[in-house]
């Protein structure tokens, strides 16, 4: 697969829908980028085995979650983020 895209005046690309959906990169994910023989390469991260869907217009992860998982602590973490922005 392969797309141009235009890089704005501070250096902001904007990946296709395709390219996003075939790396499963999705909302405000990290990606990796690395240089390999003069291009770049960029990496989603590993999924951890389960699949996000949407349900009522919102994204929906399901599948396991880390034996420390705490929902309360997710929910006051996402709330500062906000916050900060």
């Given at each position: 697969m392969k797309a141009s895209v235009t890089m704005d005046e501070v250096g902001r690309l904007v990946?296709?829908?395709?390219?996003?959906e075939a790396l499963g990169?999705?909302?405000?994910?990290?990606?990796?980028?690395e240089?390999?023989?003069?291009?770049?390469?960029?990496?989603?991260?590993?999924?951890?085995?389960?699949t996000v869907t949407r349900?009522?217009?919102?994204?929906?992860?399901?599948?396991p979650l880390p034996q420390d998982w705490d929902s309360g602590?997710?929910?006051?973490?996402l709330r500062q983020q906000r916050l900060q922005r």
């Open positions: 990946l296709p829908k395709n390219i996003r990169i999705a909302g405000r994910m990290v990606v990796s980028v240089i390999v023989d003069n291009a770049a390469l960029i990496t989603a991260p590993a999924v951890s085995g389960g349900k009522h217009g919102r994204r929906v992860y399901s599948g602590q997710a929910v006051l973490n």
